[in-house]
T-cell receptor, first 110, second 114 residues
Framework: DAKTTQPTSMDCAEGRAANLPCNHSTISGNEYVYWYRQIHSQGPQYIIHGLKNNETNEMASLIITEDRKSSTLILPHATLRDTAVYYC???????????FGKGTRLHILP | NAGVMQNPRHLVRRRGQEARLRCSPM?????VYWYRQLPEEGLKFMVYLQKENIIDESGMPKERFSAEFPKEGPSILRIQQVVRGDSAAYFC????????????FGPGTRLTVT
């Protein structure tokens, strides 16, 4: 898997946008960027993925830089339920296992 | 469409007993992945299966652990002669195995070995 680098932890005020960065400078042209999160004691949850273009769904937006070496996950209006560990992943093969790193522990503050 | 189902949700076994964990993938998904999360640690890949085939078992301990995904029925992760170090949350995920598709995770089975 392409190596990803994320901050260890971040805080965000409830109701504000949470912007979670990820560096993946060794990504190759056909590798996707995936984001998952794990809320405490629950199974991981898929959030979003993208290749080149920015993506948006009901949960979040994914902004990928033009050179594809970094991306940002945006939770537009964070709530307390968004407190979780967020993982940025670039799998080698798109149907392959996920190698979870340490992720970013996001704390949403009331 | 029901999500990934795992049972039991909690399992207590004494040292030396066998643990059998079951995973039913989402409808239409033919690929199953098992992950383990030890207390206060990250998620670690164990094994990747398609129907009747093990595709990648590089994360499976060499002894006591086995997995199967039969043509009919759920995927089974089997741990023989459990030890205290096997206490963990075991998560199953499923996917269609097609390019660009994500994996969906179940709620996990929490195994406690006493």
């Amino acid at each position: 898997d392409a190596k990803t680098t994320q901050p260890t932890s971040m805080d965000c005020a409830e109701g504000r946008a949470a912007n979670l960065p990820c560096n993946h400078s060794t990504i190759s042209g056909n590798e996707y960027v995936y984001w998952y999160r794990q809320i405490h004691s629950q199974g991981p949850q898929y959030i979003i993925h993208g290749l080149k273009n920015n993506e948006t769904n009901e949960m979040a937006s994914l902004i990928i830089t033009e050179d594809r070496k970094s991306s940002t996950l945006i939770l537009p209006h964070a709530t307390l339920r968004d407190t979780a560990v967020y993982y940025c992943i670039v799998p080698l093969n798109r149907d392959d296992k996920i190698i979870f790193g340490k992720g970013t522990r996001l704390h949403i503050l009331p | 469409n029901a999500g990934v189902m795992q049972n039991p949700r909690h399992l207590v076994r004494r040292r030396g007993q066998e643990a059998r964990l079951r995973c039913s993938p989402m409808k239409g998904h033919s690929h199953v992945y098992w992950y383990r999360q030890l207390p206060e640690e990250g998620l670690k890949f164990m094994v990747y299966l398609q129907k009747e085939n093990i595709i990648d078992e590089s994360g499976m301990p060499k002894e006591r652990f086995s997995a199967e995904f039969p043509k009919e029925g759920p995927s089974i992760l089997r741990i023989q002669q459990v030890v205290r170090g096997d206490s963990a949350a075991y998560f199953c995920a499923s996917g269609p195995g097609l390019a660009g598709y994500e994996q969906y995770f179940g709620p996990g089975t929490r195994l406690t070995v006493t």
